[in-house]
Each structure stands twice: as structure tokens, then as C-alpha cells.
């Protein structure tokens, strides 16, 4: 079984985030970065649990990244995945690491594709569908089980407000959410085996981005709160349907 | 310009979403023509979608159609993108939004927006970002876009339009390779992303079994309920009710966190929810630097009593 998983580096979670002088970009100063949740957690754990089911295969991984980011690329190979591939670019928008990706794809064989559910950073959850339609596979988003049995892969997905157990065979991408797997913190082991293992870097194509992030800004702090005495909840709702028309 | 709005049918009805997506195309289109995109079977008037701005409703009725696939869904929506010589596609930003609008922008070679927050000035539009700490703005570049719209972004407004309903055939219909073996449907009745109110519970309410006082609430106040991340973690609640940068970020009108303490991961999620109510014992929680309103209680004894505040507030206004 060979399983690409595709992994994004993010900002820990406990960041407080601050802009650049000219605020189009994240000042990246102080900032610890890991690799983004749902790829590690869910898709990236789950991609290592069905190998070692299978007892054979290889868990690929990729990123669209600088040769900073290998840091975040042997934590990947520290939790277990085999090699890594990184596409040797900054990453400008989902739809440009999706194209990269893709055109690498184009020379690749895998059973199938993984990816977290969505990036903490730019939380576009657009890498599957992207994926997906660049390379003509079924995507079943948000899957929180999957299980393969001779090459037909079960899964189970929120559909908000409910859930969907669908059937696929042969090659497909799936986006991963809780539920799916446990993460798994890297042992000794796994951290010395992760210095050797390939790293390999790919040159980019030139693609064309559609889209521009212009500037960032911080959300207007909130104003003061105003305490309600805990026997007085007719006063909260009072205010709560006369001030903050939420009522 | 012309918009095309994708509606999204579930148990063969169009979603509730269809309202504010239809509003929010009609204030984009200005002047020009607001279609529906319809896939697949559908037991409802679809003429009624004129009540919230459509002019013209494209229907795919072919039952192929009728289980999602989001490959399917999207190449489709690309195709009546061309079909309506429309300049924009309008998908919601949720779980079905979040598959169908990056398929469509891959084929139409459009630049795509994801979870925009409002409206667009000229081709700029709000986003949020890194969860919610931050809001962006993105420009798109092409001259065809998709928009992927973040729930409860703007009001739906109703207008006297009627639609006209046009049946449509796509030039194929690809076979789906993805067989739907079953549908579950959540205990609770209203979807959490597109809530209006929220109610949400923490470690502080102690166990599963105290969860009646989130529900109770919850129900008098039409609300879906959440929690944080170790409550479900250890499987008080289940999965899809934890909120937060590493579970799902919502924005409702009226966010109720109880035994909540409000760490910066929990925050990012809901910040943007437009009211939000803390009740928590200690006074010191930081939830309640983020809160419009605070009750420095116990929970166990705030929550009834809000209950029933509400219910006799409820009572006064029939
Ligand atoms: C990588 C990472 C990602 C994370 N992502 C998320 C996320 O997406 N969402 C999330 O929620 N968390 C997330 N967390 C966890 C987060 O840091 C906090 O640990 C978590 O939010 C705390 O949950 P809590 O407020 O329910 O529990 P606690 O922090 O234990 O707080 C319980 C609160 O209840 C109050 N309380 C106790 N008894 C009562 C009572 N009787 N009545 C009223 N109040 C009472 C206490 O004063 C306290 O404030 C993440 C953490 C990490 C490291």
C-alpha cells in the first residue's frame, strides 16, 4: 500500500499573530512552526496505521516549501512516514501548492491521497478538491474512518449535521478530521531514524497564482464585559434581547 | 454581474444556506442575473428560491445526481458557469461548499476565495484568517470567480421576486466512482457550522451526564450545542462538536460557553461569533477578556436559571 500524504507547515497553535511592516504578510519572528494539525494527527497517523496493517507499503509525504521547512518535514518522518518529496517554492496560495503538487503527481504512483481537513494558517480546506480535480480522482472530504480491504477503501465523513459511509475503488483523495486517528508523539527511535531518511527536492513548474492576499489585520479588540449578577438571568436576557439583539 | 449560486440539497431539500448565499449574490450581481444551480432530485418548489433573489433556477434532476460528489458537483457547477454566462460561482464555505468549489475553480481556471466573510469591494474580498485571529483581504486575479461564502456572513433578506425554473442538462454526467453506502443523521437538529446560537460546554460542567443543562438551553433557545477540545477528547461529546483552531471555527450570533476557560485555541474559533455569554467561577478565566457579557457563577445553578429566564422571556414576547 503507498500513501501520499500531503503536509503543510503552520503556526503553533499558541501563536499571537503579528503582521509585517507592510502587514501582507506574517511577521515570522518568534514564531514556532509545526506541521499543521489535521495533516499529523489525522491523515499522517492513519496513513502509518493502514501500512502497518497492510504490513507492507510506504507512507510517502509532501510539501510545497524552502529547505527551512525540512525541520518540519523530519518531524513528519519523525511520527513515521517513510521518504518526503518538497516542492522547492514558497507557497503562495492553496491553488498553487495544489497545481505543484499535481504536476509532480503526474510521473507518481499512489494507492491514494491524504490531507488534513483545513490549515490553521489560511484555513481554505481547499487542497483535496484542488488535488482532486487537477488530477481527475473521487474526493471524500472530511473523513473521520477509513479502512481498506482489498484495494476498496470504506470511510465514514461529516456532512454537517450528520454522517456519510461511502465506498471507493482504486485511487482517490481524502481530506482527514478528528476522529480519524490519534496523534502520535515521536519517540527516540523514530526521531534518529527520521535524520536519514530521503528528503528529496523537486524544482517547481512556473504556474500563474489567481489569487492575492493583499493585507492582514487583527480583529477590533472586543469592549469591556459587563457582569450580570448570577441571580439576575432576566437581566441577561434583557440585555441580551434589547442591546445585543441577539433575542 | 452575473452570479450563479450552487444550492446544496439535502434529504432532497435545499439547504437552509440557500437564503444568505441567494442575498449575498444579489447584492454582488447588481443589476445583473442571479441563476440557482440545482443538482439532482428535489422534492420542493424550487421556484421559491425566487424569494430570496434568484431570477432563473438551472435543475439537474437526473437521480445520478442525487447522492454528492463533490468531483461530479463541481465539474458541473463549472459548466453552468459557462452554460449562464455567469462571472461568479457562489458556493457555501461548508462541508459540501468545501469540496465543490475547488473542483469548479480548478476546471474554470478561476481564482477561488475561501470563507469569504462579507462582501467584495471591486475584486477584493474578506477572509478570515489563522482561525480567526486574523481577517484578510484577497484579491482575485481572473477574470471568472468562485467564492466560497463562511456561514452567518450576512442577514438574508427576502424580496418579491419570483425564479424562473429552467430544467438543465449538463453535456454528461460523469459516472460516480464514490457508492454512498449509508446516511446518519445527527441527533441534534440544527448543523452547528450554520447555527444561529450556540450553546457550548467545557471540563467545568465535570461529565457527560451534566450535559442535559447545555441541552436544555440549547433547545429553549433554538440553539445547536458544542463543546471544547478535551471534552471531546475524552468522549463526553462527540467529535464534531469541538470548536477551536483544531476543531471547526464558527461565527453565530449568540455564543453561550459554560465551564469554558477560554484558551487562545478555543478562542480562535468562536471569536467572531457576534454576542458571546461566559459563565464560569472564576473571575480571573480569560474567557471573559473576549465576552460581551460575564456571570461569574456555578454553572450547575446559572444554567437552569438562564433556562428559565428564557423560557418566561419567551412566554411575555408570545
Ligand atoms: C495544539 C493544540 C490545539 C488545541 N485546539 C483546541 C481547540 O480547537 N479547541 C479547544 O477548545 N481547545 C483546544 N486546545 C486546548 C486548549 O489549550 C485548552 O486546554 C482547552 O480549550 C480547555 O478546555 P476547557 O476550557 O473545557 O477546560 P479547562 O481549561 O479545564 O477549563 C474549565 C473551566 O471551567 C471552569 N469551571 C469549573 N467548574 C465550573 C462550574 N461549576 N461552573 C462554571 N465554570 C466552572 C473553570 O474555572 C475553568 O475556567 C488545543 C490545545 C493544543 C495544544
Partial sequence: MNILVCIAKAPDTTTKIKFNAEANALDGNGVTWIVNPSDEWYALVKALELKEAAGQGKVSIITVGLSEDDSIIRKALAVGADEAFRINMSPDSAASVAAQIAAWMKGQSFDFILTGKETIDYNGSLMGGLLAAELDLPYIPMIEKLDVQSGIATMSRDIGGGTEEVQVQGPFVASATKGLAEQRIPNMRGIMAARTKPITVVEPQSIDSTVQYLDFTLPAEKGACKMIDPENMDELVRLLHSEAKAL | ?318
Fill in chain 2, 1 to 318: 454581474m452575473n452570479v450563479l449560486v450552487y444550492i446544496d440539497l439535502q434529504l432532497g431539500k435545499p439547504r437552509k444556506n440557500a437564503a444568505e448565499l441567494l442575498t449575498y449574490a444579489s447584492k454582488m450581481a447588481d443589476g445583473g442575473t442571479v441563476s440557482a444551480l440545482v443538482l439532482g432530485p428535489c422534492s420542493e418548489d424550487l421556484t421559491q428560491l425566487g424569494d430570496f433573489g434568484a431570477q432563473k433556477v438551472l435543475h439537474a434532476n437526473a437521480p445520478e445526481l442525487a447522492s454528492f460528489d463533490g468531483l461530479t458537483h463541481g465539474k458541473l457547477l463549472a459548466e453552468a458557469v459557462q452554460f449562464s454566462q455567469s462571472d461568479v460561482a457562489i458556493v457555501a464555505f461548508d462541508h459540501s461548499g468545501r469540496a465543490v468549489a475547488p473542483v469548479a475553480a480548478a476546471k474554470l481556471k478561476a481564482g477561488l476565495v475561501a470563507g469569504a466573510a462579507g462582501l467584495p469591494l471591486g475584486n477584493s474580498f474578506p477572509v478570515k484568517a489563522f482561525s480567526g485571529k486574523a481577517l484578510a483581504k484577497v484579491k482575485v486575479l481572473t477574470s471568472v470567480w468562485v467564492v466560497a461564502l463562511t456561514p452567518n456572513s450576512i442577514p438574508s433578506e427576502k424580496t418579491a421576486g419570483t425564479a424562473a425554473l429552467e430544467s438543465w442538462t449538463p453535456s454528461s454526467i460523469p459516472v460516480s466512482k464514490i457508492k454512498v453506502l449509508a446516511t446518519h443523521k445527527n441527533a441534534s437538529d440544527i448543523p452547528l457550522p450554520e447555527a444561529e446560537r450556540v450553546v457550548s460546554g467545557g471540563r467545568g460542567l465535570k461529565g457527560p451526564e451534566n450535559w442535559g443543562l447545555v441541552e436544555d438551553l440549547a433547545k429553549e433557545l433554538g440553539a445547536a450545542t458544542a463543546c471544547s477540545r478535551p471534552v471531546s477528547d475524552i468522549g463526553w461529546r462527540p467529535h464534531h462538536e469541538h470548536v477551536g483552531q483544531t476543531g471547526i471555527t464558527i461565527r453565530p450570533n449568540l455564543y453561550i460557553a459554560a465551564g469554558i476557560s477560554g484558551a487562545i485555541q478555543h478562542l480562535a474559533g468562536v471569536n467572531s461569533s457576534k454576542t458571546i455569554v461566559v459563565i464560569n467561577t472564576d473571575a480571573e478565566a480569560p474567557f471573559f477578556k473576549a465576552a460581551d457579557y460575564g456571570v461569574v457563577g456555578d454553572a450547575f445553578e446559572v444554567l437552569p436559571k438562564l433556562t428559565q429566564a428564557i423560557k418566561k422571556f419567551k412566554a411575555e414576547q408570545a
